[in-house]
C-alpha cells in the first residue's frame, strides 16, 4: 500500500512539473518571433525620435517644390489681346532709344489704340527740345495733321479719345514752342469747327509763346466767342474763360 501510494506521490509530482514547464513557454518571449516582428515604441519616443537623415540615394527621389515666382505667374495672353501692349511697346522704346523711337511714335494710328495715342503725342512734343530741324518738322506736321484729324473725327459716330486727343495735340505744338508751331495754331483757331475750350487753350497757349504775329486769329476767335449764347452754367463758365484768355492776349499783344 505504501508503495502504491509512493508511486501515485511520483506521478502527481511528474504531472505538475509538466504543468509548470507548459505555463512558462507560453509566456515567455520567442526568441525567433522577437527577431521578425520589431518592438513597437512608446508615443513619446516616437515625437522624439529624430527625421531619417537624408542621404546620397534618397535625394534623388525628393521633388523641388515649386517657386513663389513660378506659383504667382499668371498669363497675361498674347499681345493682341493685351490693350496696353503697344502703349508700353512706345514707353519703352522711348526710355531705351530717346530720339531713336521718334519714326515709331510718327507712325501710330492714333484713332485705333488709345493708349499708345497718348504715348504718341505727348512723346513727339517731348522729344521736339532735342529734334534736328528736320525732326522737328516732322513732329510739328504729325502733331497738326492729328489735331486737325481728331477734330473731325470728334463729330463723327467713332468718336472715341478723339477730343482727347486733340487736346493733346495742342499741347504738344506749344511744347515744340517755335514760331512755326505758333503759325499752326494759329491756323487752327481761326477754323469755326474748333472747340471753345480748345480755341481758349491755343489762345492761352500762344499769348506765353508771344505769338504776336497770331493776334488777327485771336481778335476774330474774340469776336465768335462773343456771339455765342450759353445753355447752361457750366457753358457760361466757358465762354467767360474764353473771353478773359483772349482779352488778355489783345491787350498784350496791342500794345
Not at 144 to 167: C, H, M, P, Q, V
Amino acid at each position: 500500500m505504501l508503495r502504491d501510494g509512493r508511486t501515485f506521490a511520483g506521478i502527481a509530482i511528474f504531472i505538475a512539473f509538466l504543468g509548470v514547464f507548459a505555463w512558462r513557454s507560453q509566456t515567455a518571449p520567442n526568441a525567433r518571433t522577437s527577431a521578425l516582428v520589431p518592438s513597437v515604441p512608446a508615443s513619446d519616443e516616437v515625437a522624439a525620435a529624430p527625421p531619417p537623415a537624408v542621404t546620397a540615394e534618397t535625394r534623388k527621389d525628393l521633388k523641388p517644390l515649386p517657386s513663389a515666382s513660378a506659383a504667382a505667374t499668371v498669363d497675361a495672353g498674347d499681345d493682341d489681346e493685351n490693350p496696353f501692349a503697344g502703349q508700353e511697346s512706345l514707353k519703352q522704346a522711348l526710355a531705351q532709344e530717346g530720339l531713336g523711337a521718334l519714326p515709331k511714335l510718327l507712325a501710330v494710328d492714333v484713332a485705333k489704340d488709345g493708349y499708345a495715342a497718348a504715348v504718341a503725342i505727348e512723346g513727339l512734343g517731348a522729344l521736339a527740345a532735342e529734334a534736328t530741324p528736320g525732326d522737328r518738322a516732322k513732329i510739328r506736321g504729325r502733331l497738326t495733321e492729328i489735331l486737325r484729324s481728331e477734330e473731325k473725327r470728334s463729330g463723327g459716330a467713332d468718336s472715341r479719345g478723339a477730343a482727347g486727343n486733340a487736346s493733346m495735340a495742342i499741347d504738344a505744338l506749344l511744347a515744340v514752342g517755335d514760331g512755326d508751331a505758333a503759325k499752326a495754331l494759329a491756323k487752327e483757331l481761326a477754323d469755326p469747327a474748333i472747340p471753345i475750350h480748345h480755341g481758349t487753350t491755343i489762345v492761352l497757349g500762344l499769348t506765353k509763346l508771344n505769338a504776336a504775329e497770331a493776334l488777327p486769329e485771336i481778335r476774330d476767335f474774340a469776336k465768335r466767342v462773343g456771339n455765342e449764347r450759353a445753355d447752361d452754367d457750366f457753358e457760361k463758365q466757358v465762354l467767360a474763360e474764353a473771353t478773359e484768355a483772349c482779352e488778355k492776349a489783345i491787350a498784350t499783344f496791342a500794345k
